[in-house]
């Protein structure tokens, strides 16, 4: 059965870090290229950062420079670390495999609230 355990949400202040981090089941985490996505209030969930298995790293623009992704493959996590964060960063965020859509099993997120 599929599962997605995020943790390391929080309430930090602009300029801040976090360090998210995510549990996955090996079903999913040993086949599949992971990714961190993210959604805001009255948003679409967005891709926030991706690594594939090979370790090859992509990020969207808004967050290239200040987040980096990274996974540890004998503890089946991967990790989001965030700095510098931002008010626009403030979001549910998710884990799951690259490509991952609506139809797909999601865990609950952890929510990333950048205030002062």
């Known amino acids: 059965q599929a599962q997605l355990v995020e943790s390391g949400g929080g309430l930090v202040q602009p300029g801040g870090s976090l360090r998210l981090s995510c549990a996955a089941s090996?079903?999913?985490?040993?086949?599949?290229?992971m990714a961190w996505y993210r959604q805001a209030p009255r948003s679409q969930r967005e891709m926030v950062a991706t690594?594939?298995?090979?370790?090859?790293?992509n990020y969207a623009d808004s967050v290239k420079g200040r987040f980096t992704i990274s996974r540890d493959n004998v503890k089946n996590t991967v990790y989001l670390q965030m700095n510098s964060l931002k008010h626009e960063d403030t979001a549910v965020y998710y884990c799951?495999?690259?490509?991952?859509?609506?139809?797909?099993?999601w865990g609950q997120g952890t929510q990333v609230t950048v205030s002062s």
């Open positions: 690594i594939t298995l090979g370790g090859n790293t």
């Open positions: 090996g079903s999913i985490f040993t086949f599949y290229g």
């Open positions: 799951n495999r690259i490509g991952a859509d609506m139809s797909n099993f």
